[in-house]
């Protein structure tokens, strides 16, 4: 069974940090690429960052760009989405997802597996 576990998720204070970290169980997936989403209340799930299968190739959402890093360890089978100078507007449930596909992509609909999602609060 495939699975995506978020963990590190949190209330921190404006400006503060967090580490969002995503295992992954099941199968590797060394070929795929991954990506963090989040959804705030009433809003659709929007995409965070993304990157490819191999680390070289990232995409980030012009709202954290600057801000947020994604990263992953295949060895590990684990994504990372390092967080800084977070702000009120970052709160919201943070999903971990991953392709089939091995290039980086930041549509939704074109992510096959999703974690449960870890709540992100960032208090003003």
């Known amino acids: 069974q495939v699975q995506l576990v978020e963990s590190g998720g949190g209330l921190v204070q404006a400006g503060g940090s967090l580490r969002l970290s995503c295992a992954a169980s099941?199968?590797?997936?060394?070929?795929?690429?991954m990506g963090w989403f989040r959804q705030a209340p009433g809003k659709e799930r929007e995409i965070v960052a993304a990157?490819?299968?191999?680390?070289?190739?990232?995409y980030y959402a012009d709202s954290v760009k600057g801000r947020f890093t994604i990263s992953r360890d295949n060895a590990k089978n684990t994504v990372y989405l390092q967080m800084n100078s977070l702000k009120p507007e970052d709160t919201a449930v943070y999903y971990c997802?991953?392709?089939?596909?091995?290039?980086?992509?930041?549509?939704?609909?074109?992510?096959?597996?999703w974690g449960q999602g870890t709540q992100v609060t960032v208090s003003s």
């Open positions: 997802a991953a392709t089939d596909r091995a290039s980086v992509n930041p549509n939704r609909r074109e992510y096959d597996y």
């Open positions: 099941g199968r590797t997936f060394s070929r795929n690429a």
């Open positions: 990157i490819n299968w191999n680390g070289g190739s990232t």
